[in-house]
Nanobody, 114 residues
Framework: QVQLIQSGGGSVQPGGSLKLSCWASGNTFMITPKTMAWYRQTPGAQRELVATITSSGITNYAESVKGRFTISRNDAKTTIFLQMNNLKDEDTAVYYC??????WGRGAQVTVAS
């Protein structure tokens, strides 16, 4: 059994920074070989892919966050991070970590407002 435990989030002014963490606990054989991801969702909208990272560290980003967000993974490959810099109002959302195919974190609210 795998659980994704998130931490981080909060409120910040535009231009500020926040960092999210997601620890995957459980069977490491189910965790370490897989690509992990961050998604976000706003009320009434579909969940949107923000960034992914493979087990070898290859990253991919949504166009809207490129150059501002950085996804990373610890050496044990069981924890991922999302460093969010130069945050904008439109980054306000609930952020979820994902381990395919069906494991999700509980979500963390990120609010960007003056």
């Amino acid at each position: 059994q795998v659980q994704l435990i998130q931490s981080g989030g909060g409120s910040v002014q535009p231009g500020g920074s926040l960092k999210l963490s997601c620890w995957a606990s459980g069977n490491t054989f189910m965790i370490t070989p897989k690509t992990m991801a961050w998604y976000r969702q706003t009320p009434g909208a579909q969940r949107e892919l923000v960034a992914t990272i493979t087990s070898s560290g290859i990253t991919n980003y949504a166009e809207s966050v490129k150059g501002r967000f950085t996804i990373s993974r610890n050496d044990a490959k069981t924890t991922i991070f999302l460093q969010m810099n130069n945050l904008k109002d439109e980054d306000t959302a609930v952020y979820y970590c994902n381990l395919p195919p069906r494991h999700w974190g509980r979500g963390a609210q990120v609010t960007v407002a003056s």
